[in-house]
């Protein structure tokens, strides 16, 4: 194939204005320092387990379910024991026929966005939120709007009084997206009453929640609050959760959870896409006989390395900058001094072989600002406390300890 | 989680009109003797060497790949892999960066039916082409005009009558979407001349192609075209292909080829959904050591199926339907008297166990017609035998074998 075509006018106007707005991604070496993606520990994944889980699932469905599409929904037995764990762990009642297996939870925000978003069309978020979230909200042509954040998160005065403004103004908010728990970035993780209240928003403006819960499992400490969903006797939440975090990012494997209705449109919209089933089979087979103990042991390693990461961060940069100190999930969230611009500093970081995720990459209006999130689960401990101190030294010599 | 809250508002008005268009499934029992889908035989699925070939791998990539999120257009080596397998079947040159590796070839088409396609505009398929193609243009509101077949498929004289029609009233197509090989349904494999006759036309008029190649590798009798792709000196060709059909539609795994500007969209669309490592695994460690007895093997059982199928279609039906007798490919193609309904008739077939694909499914037209594919892939050969045996009772049955 030659390229001397030019498909420029051919491509849709719907997506042109998204693609345009997203710079292409550039080459680089990789990192030695990598604080910017929430990659896994390489140790922690159970490759002999997996590949046990893989023998035991041929056996039981490889035949016949190799030669079939499979189900749209995705392994019926996966879909069962997502239920089972939502009842158990997240005090939800939700029926597999309500659980669509999707790859990661990437496209099932892709999904109930598509679903739910035409262009112009507001959706809520938390003032800062997941950066992939916001890059699909911006494919769909979402105007976002986002909500300021306390210590427990998104701030159910401030939501009601947008949803009162907007609706002043003529526009109702699509959906409410909120991480509830260990929200990524700022690592805030809402008690049982917060999370009551915000649902009680969204029941009394009859504006739909879309529950990120892609970190409850990555718990270390604190009590765990049951999900805003659980509280929901009216239908309005929608749910996701992922095995990228509790088992491995590679596996590219999540669930959505919705009320009957939305998921008969949501299996209209993903026709054809069913989540590959050795991936199903791997993370059924392997998390049936193993969850407990790995998330167990997962949650010790990734304590370990959080506190490592703190540690490292008070002795490279003092008290100069303020990090959050999450109960769990994979991140710390830093603010820097007002007048810091973390996107400007991310150059001079690359340059000595440190990255990290901006914190303009998360936020709803995509200002820079002066915070930037730190991802601790991947580097091992010596290079979490090596990459935090050369950190340290580009901050110093770019000013921005003063 | 309740159900009171009414999200009929809420749908986004771009796929509203699509989902309002689709009628919902309605669950019913199992047919016993399924001629619909394109299943494979449960029989010709590799276990134990895909549970081999996934050891290899864990032990090869495991432990760093899965703790990563995969690359964008899939696993490395397996995209490599088919560029070399494209070069020396199919006479393409493509480089592994111009591979994108999808769920099944499905994914490929709804990624550039996204790219290219805003509701309204106009795309180009053959009269009767795959029903999953037609509802993916659907859903992004296209206006799809078709264009008849002769023996050797899509016609060259009136692909270029419609552009220069539509033209003239001030309408472009977006793209012409093809499968030139054991087209699906009617099973017409395009020679060398129309390939390049069909190419010479999109060139002309400046309009791409997508070639749809998924059935390329099933061949029984005849000799092979290089694909469309391969004669394209100007970047006019989007191209896809599957491993569903040549290993198992359980993988969900196929792949798109595109010049580099496309590729490089399709990357920001496709954003967060690689392909699932396990199958990119299983398929790549399979299937260079495997392919090409495998593909022998499966071909060797579907020509022996399809001969099954004509006999009895023969015996059955005798000269009062028509069939195609494809050279390969998974899907017989039947035309009954110009009066037969055959939407209708399914409805009777059902109510004795058996089941087919109607013509309307295939029409870019949507209309009701008398003809009907079976697929000869997934029934024992005394399952066809029976089965097309109920079927022709109940076309007799019916009037329509008079």
Redesign the interface.
Known sequence: ?????D?TD??????SS??NS?S??KPSPPPEFDFA?A???????P??A??EA??KA??DY?????????HAQGFPALREFVANKLKKSRG???TPD?IVLT??S??AI?LFT??????G?ILITEEFTYS?TL??MD??GANIVGIPLDEQGMRPDLLEQTIVDLRGQGKSP??IYTIPTFQNPVGTDMGPVRRQEILAVAQKH?V?IYEDDCYADLRFSGDSSPAI?SY??????LYSGSF?KIL??????GWL??????V??I???H?????????AW?TYYYLRDHMESHIEELCHIFKGKRDTMLGAIGEAMGSRVVSSQPDGGLFLWLRMRDDVNTTTLLAKARERGVTYATGQSFSANRAENNYLRLAFG?QTHQEIREGIGVLGSVFEENGALR
Chains 1, 2 share one sequence.
């Open positions: 194939m030659n390229m001397s075509f498909y051919s491509i849709a106007k719907g997506v998204f693609l997203r292409p991604a993606i990659h896994l520990d390489p140790d922690s994944i490759l002999e997996l590949h893989l023998g041929l056996s490889g035949g016949k379910d190799l030669a079939f599409y499979p939800m009642d939700v309500q790859s990661g990437g496209q892709g598509q679903l739910f978003c035409d262009p069309d992939g890059t699909i494919r769909f699509k959906f009859g739909p969903s929901d006797d009216q239908g309005m939440t990228s491995a990012p590679g596996v590219r494997l959870a919705a009320p009957p209705d939305v008969s449109h299996n209209q919209l026709y054809g896409l069913p989540t590959a089933q050795f991936s791997a991947h």
